[in-house]
C-alpha cells in the first residue's frame, strides 16, 4: 500500500459566492492588492422541531450570510451535523454548509468522507469540511472511549486528512498509516467539488495552526483549548496579542501560499450598545487585559453600536488578514445590522 505524503492544498476549481463576488480560493485571493472579501457564517447546533430548523435555515439565508455551520459535540445538547446539514441543503439552495467542526476522534475518517462526498453531491457542491482533533472529554468518556493525549490526538487528524483527501480524489484509495488503513477502498460517490470541498482546520497552538497553513483551504485563529475546557488559559489564548502571535504562525507555516489561505474566527459575543465603557472593563478583567482599549483587538467580541461594530471588523481584516467570521446562533439577531453594513465590503 502506497502512503500519501502531506503536501499543499491543491487549487479548487468550484467558485465560492460571497455577498456578490465571486471568490476562488487560489486566483482572487492571491490578488494581495485587495481585501479578501467578507463572508460571515453563523454557527446552529439545531432546534427543537423540523419546523423550527427549517425556519432557522430560511432565516439565516434570508438575512444574507454565507455559511451555515454545525457543530459537532456528542456530549452536550443538539443535532448530529451530518443530517443538519443533509437537510440544510434541501431547505436552502443557496447557503454553502460547514462543519465547525467535526471531532476526529468520534468516526473513522474514511467513514466520514464518505457521508461528505454525498452530501457535497447532494447540495451541488457547497459543502465546506471543518476538522478538527477533538478537545472536549465530555465528547468521548460518557460513550467509554478513549481520549488520547493532545499529541497523539493532532497526529491521528493529520493521518485523517490524508484519508479524506484520498477517499475524495480517488475511485479506489489505499493508505498505511500508523492510526488508519485503507486496503484497496473503493470511494463513491466522489466530491463535486474538485479535487475535494473546502477543509477548513483551526486551533490556538503552534503545532496545529502550522500543520493547517501548509494544508487547509481555510485556517481558523481560535482559542487554545488544550485545558478540555473553557476558561482562563483559554481566554488569554484569545487576545489581540495572542492572536498576532498565532497569526505569525501560520505566516510562516505556509509561505508563499499565505494569500491563498482565507483566515476565519469565530464571534462569540456581540454587545450592541451606546455605552461602551462598563462592558469594556468587564471584558478587559475576563481576558486578563491590563488596558481596556485592548478588548478591541479581542477578534472574538464586537462592541459598541451597530456602525461602530462593523468599523472593528473593517479595521481587523486590515490589520490582521481575518476575512471570515461565524457568529453563534445567540448573537444572530444583534449581527444583522453589522453584516448588512459589511454586505459586498
Not at 463576488?21 to 446552529?44: D, H, I, K, N
Not at 476526529?104 to 447532494?122: G, M
Not at 481566554?235 to 510562516?252: F, H, M, P, Y
Not at 501560499?257 to 462598563?278: G, K
Amino acid at each position: 500500500m502506497q502512503r500519501l505524503g502531506v503536501h499543499a492544498v491543491e487549487p479548487l476549481t468550484r467558485v465560492w459566492g460571497c455577498h456578490g463576488f465571486s471568490l476562488s480560493v487560489v486566483s482572487t485571493a492571491s490578488l494581495s492588492s485587495a481585501p479578501r472579501p467578507f463572508r460571515f457564517s453563523v454557527m446552529s447546533s439545531g432546534a427543537s422541531s423540523a419546523q423550527a430548523w427549517r425556519s432557522l435555515v430560511r432565516q439565516i439565508d434570508d438575512m444574507g450570510f454565507d455559511v451555515l455551520h454545525v457543530p459537532q459535540h456528542r456530549g452536550t445538547k443538539g443535532f448530529g451535523p451530518v443530517a443538519a446539514l443533509a437537510s440544510a441543503a434541501e431547505i436552502s439552495s443557496r447557503l454553502r454548509l460547514g462543519s465547525l467542526v467535526f471531532d476526529n476522534e468520534s468516526t473513522h475518517p474514511a467513514l466520514l468522507a464518505k457521508d461528505l462526498a454525498t452530501i457535497d453531491l447532494i447540495s451541488d457542491g457547497r459543502l465546506e469540511v471543518g476538522i478538527g482533533a477533538g478537545w472536549l472529554p465530555a465528547d468521548h468518556e460518557p460513550l467509554g472511549q478513549a481520549f488520547p493525549s493532545a499529541g497523539e490526538r493532532i497526529d491521528k487528524l493529520m493521518e485523517a486528512v490524508e484519508v479524506l483527501r484520498a477517499c475524495w480524489t480517488q475511485p479506489v484509495a489505499s493508505y498505511a498509516g500508523k492510526h488508519y488503513q485503507l486496503n484497496e477502498l473503493a470511494n463513491d460517490p466522489l466530491p463535486v467539488q474538485q479535487p475535494h470541498p473546502p477543509l477548513l482546520i483551526g486551533g490556538g497552538g503552534k503545532r496545529v495552526l502550522t500543520y493547517a497553513a501548509r494544508v487547509a483551504n481555510i485556517v481558523s485563529l481560535v482559542p487554545n483549548m488544550s485545558a478540555g475546557k473553557v476558561g482562563r488559559e483559554s481566554a488569554a489564548n484569545a487576545t489581540g496579542a495572542a492572536t498576532s502571535e498565532k497569526l505569525q504562525w501560520v505566516r510562516d507555516a505556509a509561505g508563499s501560499r499565505f494569500n491563498e489561505i482565507e483566515l476565519h474566527t469565530n464571534v462569540t459575543n456581540v454587545f450592541i450598545t451606546n455605552d461602551r465603557l462598563p462592558m469594556m472593563e468587564k471584558l478587559a478583567r475576563g481576558y486578563g487585559l491590563e488596558n481596556q482599549q485592548d478588548v478591541f483587538a479581542i477578534p472574538h467580541v464586537v462592541l459598541g453600536t451597530v456602525e461602530q461594530c462593523a468599523e472593528q471588523i473593517l479595521q481587523r481584516r486590515v490589520e490582521t488578514g481575518i476575512s471570515h467570521y461565524t457568529v453563534f446562533e445567540s448573537g444572530l439577531a444583534d449581527f444583522g445590522p453589522i453584516l448588512q453594513l459589511l454586505a459586498g465590503k
